[in-house]
Antibody, heavy 119, light 110 residues
Framework: QVQLQESGPGLVKPSETLSLTCTVS????????WSWIRQPPGKGLEWIGW???????SYNPSLKSRLTISVDTSRNQFSLKLSSVTAADTAVYYC?????????????WGQGTMVTVSS | QSALTQPASVSGSPGQSITISCTGT?????????VSWYQQHPGKAPKLMIY???DRPSGVSHRFSGSKSGNTASLTISGLQAEDEADYYC??????????FGTGTKVTVL
């Protein structure tokens, strides 16, 4: 079955760029929408954005100026880059897939990766 | 961006039914049947429980059901079990911000 795995640095310095990759295994990245979600420690979920396999994107307006989400179909991966990070960007970052029926719900999630922003 | 509003906590005894509300606006919950619900146990990734207001993915217990009235969606858990103790989040398509999560509800089984 399809599985997602986030990877990237667990510690990022303030003002630098946070970069994460989600690797899709057990299935193709094609013909799906893919998303990033984050959860600060002890807080709720926040939608970050989505990318379609063909490269189209949609971003959370509160993050849009700092955010880039891209896809690499040859590697079956999609990525997140968040620039000028601060302590407020410290969170568990999840990648997820939108289901195929209406493409509006997230049916498969990665296990999440903790990213801490600190000097 | 404003999150959808959920009660901070809901509790019930084993075997009882509980309902979690999720209040949005006409830009999201009120005008679109794209509300989904997620269960999250501590330290774990969220799990899809309900999509498109009231559809259940394969493998999810029939004790979980969803509904919507106006700008408020609801998740009902029937026959509450100890394993249902978790955080629950609603999530909706939004014309304003593309997608938005609810504030989250902690369910406690007494």
């Amino acid at each position: 079955q399809v599985q997602l795995q986030e990877s990237g640095p667990g510690l990022v310095k303030p003002s630098e760029t946070l970069s994460l990759t989600c690797t899709v295994s057990g299935g193709s990245i094609s013909n799906f929408y893919w998303s990033w979600i984050r959860q600060p420690p002890g807080k709720g979920l926040e939608w970050i954005g989505w990318v379609y396999y063909s490269g189209g994107t949609s971003y959370n307006p509160s993050l849009k100026s700092r955010l880039t989400i891209s896809v690499d179909t040859s590697r079956n991966q999609f990525s997140l880059k968040l620039s000028s990070v601060t302590a407020a960007d410290t969170a568990v970052y999840y990648c997820a897939r939108y289901e195929t029926m209406t493409e509006k719900a997230l049916d498969i999630w990665g296990q999440g990766t903790m990213v801490t922003v600190s000097s | 961006q404003s999150a959808l509003t959920q009660p901070a906590s809901v509790s019930g005894s084993p075997g009882q039914s509980i309902t979690i509300s999720c209040t949005g606006t006409s830009s999201d919950v009120g005008n679109y049947n794209y509300v989904s619900w997620y269960q999250q146990h501590p330290g774990k990734a969220p799990k899809l429980m309900i999509y498109d207001v009231n559809d259940r993915p394969s493998g999810v217990s029939h004790r979980f059901s969803g509904s919507k009235s106006g700008n408020t969606a609801s998740l009902t858990i029937s026959g509450l079990q100890a394993e249902d103790e978790a955080d629950y989040y609603c999530y909706s398509f939004s014309t304003r911000v593309s997608y938005v999560f609810g504030t989250g509800t902690k369910v406690t089984v007494l």
